[in-house]
């Protein structure tokens, strides 16, 4: 997350700029702890009202997975060609267009400047480098074959590219008939339904019970029309939300199977593995 901060340097200076960080608390600890005063932390984009609580952007830049692979490619052929760790992130940072992205890779620039190690400046960053990425780094660092274990982080990303494309293409067919199989049924219950309760007006015998059903819900649809249109676009918006939720939730998840048994295991299998070609 990305907060828009006003600073106060020991020499009495102000200094405004974007820190990225996963929470304010978080955020004031570091600055805090690099010698500055904080006059001034909201989240980027925020609406700041006097007397009241910064109000949430509507929308925030996301790092898109593209672009991570795009950055651990080029990382990975820098490595490879023999340039240290801290000069390629330099490089790379400078070519990043998308602003969060390129303040996450300040953050993490600085801290592995200042020797901590990139496994770990990466995992304050929870939120953009999955657990399963922390890992290899970790591996690599462990083994001394970083970029090796790069090259391995994106070979795996594609495979699970690859199998969310398929999937998404083999979900778009049975949507689409869906999709048609409701308007068909909302066209026959409008349209065709009543032409037959016309007709069968005629008949002066009694109608069976499921015919009868059927035309009582075609009445009620007819007669709640707008109302019936709002209950099916705001179904939609409900399924859709809920959809996008789960996929968020899948990043949480995984951080928590990464802290049990069996993830645990997949690191020390890929650090095992990995020091034992070094």
């Known amino acids: 997350m990305e907060f828009q901060c006003r600073l106060g340097t020991e020499h009495g200076q102000i200094v405004e700029g974007v820190y990225a960080a996963d929470d304010e608390a978080g955020l004031r600890r570091e600055l805090e702890g690099k010698g500055y005063f904080i006059l001034a932390a909201r989240p980027k984009g925020a609406i700041a009202l006097p007397g009241l609580p910064a109000l949430p952007a509507f929308r925030r830049k996301r790092v898109s997975g593209q672009e991570l692979l795009l950055f651990n490619q080029e990382l990975a052929t820098l490595l490879k060609a023999g340039m240290p760790l801290a000069q390629s992130l330099d ?3 400078q070519k990043i267009p998308n602003p969060t992205f390129k303040s996450t890779l300040d953050d993490v620039y600085e801290k592995v400047r200042s020797g901590i190690a990139l496994s770990d400046a990466c995992a304050d960053h929870s939120s953009l ?3 399963i990425y922390t890992a290899s780094l970790l591996a690599g660092e462990k083994s001394g074959n970083l970029d090796e274990m790069l090259r391995r982080f ?12 398929n999937a998404v293409s083999a979900l778009i067919y049975p949507a689409v008939l869906f999709t048609l199989s409701l308007l068909v049924l909302f066209g026959i219950m409008v349209k065709v339904v009543p032409a037959f309760q016309d007709f069968y007006g005629t008949f002066r015998a009694e ?6 059903i059927l035309m009582a819900l075609s009445s ?19 399924a859709w939300s809920w959809l996008r939720s789960r996929s968020r ?12 048994g069996p993830s645990s295991s997949l690191r020390f299998s890929r650090a095992f593995a990995s020091s034992s070609r070094a």
């Open 207 to 212: 109608l069976p019970l499921a015919t009868r």
């Open 249 to 260: 939730a899948l990043p949480s998840r995984r951080k928590a199977r990464a802290e049990s």
């Open 220 to 238: 009620l649809v007819r007669n709640n029309l707008p109302y019936v249109l709002v209950a099916g676009v705001g179904f939609g918006f409900f």
């Open 154 to 165: 994106i070979a795996y990303t594609r495979v699970v590219d690859s199998v969310k494309r």
């Open 91 to 93: 490089i790379l940072r």
């Open 129 to 131: 480098f999955p657990p």
